[in-house]
């Protein structure tokens, strides 16, 4: 008895579900539109290019070809002395027994 109910309300919905989808398909697909008409818009040309350009003192200078001669090497550095080791602490009387 109660799988037939659940199977009858099934049916229901689906019945529901196929008669939006027909409607759906009837009147809510996009229909064929016109073409727009061809329309005539004014429109004005400024030409601001003047405005635009950098008004510098003097142009920057454009850099020359590269020279044949290769960068000088850096100069080697010389190895900084290792610090010295770390103390043990027991001089001062931290650490260790009896300390």
Do not use: T
């Not at 529901?16 to 996009?30: D, G, I, N, R």
């Not at 539109?33 to 040309?45: D, Q, S, T």
């Amino acid at each position: 008895m109660r799988g037939r109910g659940l199977r009858f309300w099934g049916g229901v919905s689906a019945a529901l579900h196929a008669a939006l989808l027909l409607l759906l398909v009837l009147f809510a697909l996009p229909r064929e539109m016109p073409e727009p008409r061809e329309e005539a818009i004014a429109v004005e040309v400024i030409n601001e290019a003047s405005a635009q350009m950098a008004a510098g003192e003097r142009p920057a200078p454009i850099p020359g070809p590269p020279s044949a001669e290769p960068p000088a090497k850096p100069e080697p550095r010389q190895a900084r002395p290792s610090p010295p080791p770390p103390r043990v602490g027991l001089e001062r009387g931290w650490g260790g027994v009896g300390g």
